[in-house]
């Protein structure tokens, strides 16, 4: 229930959103968004670490072992993984050992490149169509596939550059 009354609220936000970029009400759009992009990260970190194999899995325990590692560098040399991840969960655990944080931080990542992309192709594409189709599509399961999400989503953006033949910041983005 609780995810029905959250694509509802972020749908009717989005439609706001839609509704004042038409009107030349950049700011109350942006707000509108920027609103959505919170409130989806809030509910993504608040959800308990067993809801989706990777957060159990892969996030957890990195998590963890970067609560016991001084060394930034050390950390990030001595793991087997992408050091831009490691290096975002060593920053959050220097902050707080709570990983309902380091949730946050991965969906607040994904969805502001997610809605970024909207944001830049609003003259294309309907916004609220878009995000629909992210959400009934992609939201859940980013809870299973979190890093591969937020990877999907800064691709998504690169697009934009890229369609602009600009690809200097298409291939910046891409390496990210």
């Known amino acids: ?82 050091p831009i991840y490691l290096f975002i969960n060593y920053i959050v655990s220097r902050a707080t050992k709570n990983i309902n944080w380091l949730l946050f931080v991965f969906q607040l990542i994904t969805y502001t490149f997610v809605f970024g992309y909207a944001y830049k192709k609003r003259e294309q594409i309907s916004i609220l169509t878009f995000i629909m189709m992210f959400l009934f599509l992609f939201y859940n399961r980013s809870f299973n596939l979190v890093r591969q999400t937020i990877a999907m989503s800064i691709v998504l953006f690169s697009t934009i550059y890229a369609e602009r033949h600009n690809a200097y910041k298409s291939i910046i983005f891409i390496v990210l």
């Not at 707000?31 to 892969?58: E, L, P």
């Not at 970067?66 to 990030?76: A, K």
């Open 1 to 82: 229930m609780l995810y029905i009354c959250l694509f509802i609220f972020i749908l009717i936000m989005t439609k706001l959103a839609e509704i004042n970029f038409k009107k030349t009400q950049k700011k109350l759009g942006i707000t509108c968004m920027a609103i959505c992009v919170i409130i989806i990260s809030i509910i993504g970190g608040c959800r308990d670490v067993s809801v989706g194999v990777d957060t159990a899995g892969h996030i957890s325990t990195y998590f963890k072992r970067t609560i016991y590692y001084n060394s930034m560098v050390r950390f990030i040399l001595e793991q087997p993984s992408e």
